[in-house]
């Protein structure tokens, strides 16, 4: 066998097994729960981070929702280490996700993404890895969708990354300290109405701050704010 044929043997591999991932999403998103997180993992032992991380990769390629993940990073590991988890998980699940847009499945994600594409080419091909912060930390896509689209920009993948674990923080610690003020209320400890404050504050730092960002910027964002071409649905 050839190079060439390897090639396209080991890109048709990928393609089967993306599709047989996101397929499994689609078919078990509605059994998806904090919960269900919290039991497959709870008796796993030092194994639990590892697994925990690779599972919200997983969920990420899937199109599965990724608040899920972060809130039973709470509950499981506390908000210092649940934190680090998620993120983590989240970014490699990001990073994945644009890897598989950029050398394998293109023509999959265009037709999947439509419009959308094209909007954040314009985004990216004026600001940078600066459009990728401001959409991580403001919430204009869908942010399974959005690792997809940004794979088919020219975007330098190490910009990629370290803006999308950056400004995914705000988010995540709001999250997971939601799970570990729900399980310290639970447990009934002392600290629990505390860890409810912290976790009802940063909810409100992470709702506030998009509306800030936007206003500090005062100015459109390219590809979202641009007005759309004629025959162009937005």
């Known amino acids: 066998m050839t190079g060439w044929n390897r090639q396209w043997l080991a890109r048709g591999i990928l393609i089967v097994v993306v599709a047989a991932v996101v397929t499994m999403g689609v078919l078990y998103r509605d059994a998806l729960s904090v919960e269900a997180v919290r039991q497959q993992l709870d008796n796993l032992g030092a194994w639990a981070p590892i697994a925990f991380m690779a599972a919200y990769a997983v969920a990420a390629v899937a199109f599965l929702?990724?608040?899920?993940?972060?809130?039973?990073?709470?509950?499981?590991?506390?908000?210092?280490?649940?934190?680090?988890?998620?993120?983590?998980?989240?970014?490699?699940?990001?990073?994945?996700?644009?890897?598989?847009?950029?050398?394998?499945?293109?023509?999959?994600?265009?037709?999947?993404?439509?419009?959308?594409?094209?909007?954040?080419?314009?985004?990216?091909?004026?600001?940078?890895?600066?459009?990728?912060?401001?959409?991580?930390?403001v919430p204009l896509f869908p942010f399974n969708l959005l690792n997809y689209a940004l794979g088919l920009t020219r975007i330098n993948l190490m910009h990629y990354v370290a803006a999308t674990l950056v400004c995914m923080i705000p988010g995540a610690m709001a999250y997971v300290w939601i799970g570990h003020a729900g399980a310290e209320a639970i447990a009934g400890g002392e600290r629990a109405v505390q860890a409810v404050l912290i976790a009802i504050g940063l909810l409100a730092v992470a709702i506030f701050l998009p509306r800030l960002v936007k206003r500090i910027r005062r100015e459109p964002v390219p590809g979202v704010d641009d007005p759309p071409e004629e025959g162009e649905a937005r």
Do not use: N
Request: net charge positive; proline share 3%.
């Open 65 to 137: 929702p990724g608040w899920i993940f972060t809130v039973a990073a709470g509950v499981l590991f506390g908000p210092i280490f649940g934190l680090i988890y998620a993120l983590l998980g989240a970014t490699l699940g990001a990073t994945l996700a644009f890897l598989v847009a950029r050398y394998t499945a293109s023509d999959w994600v265009a037709e999947k993404a439509g419009g959308m594409v094209k909007r954040v080419m314009v985004g990216v091909e004026r600001e940078g890895w600066r459009f990728v912060a401001f959409t991580r930390l």
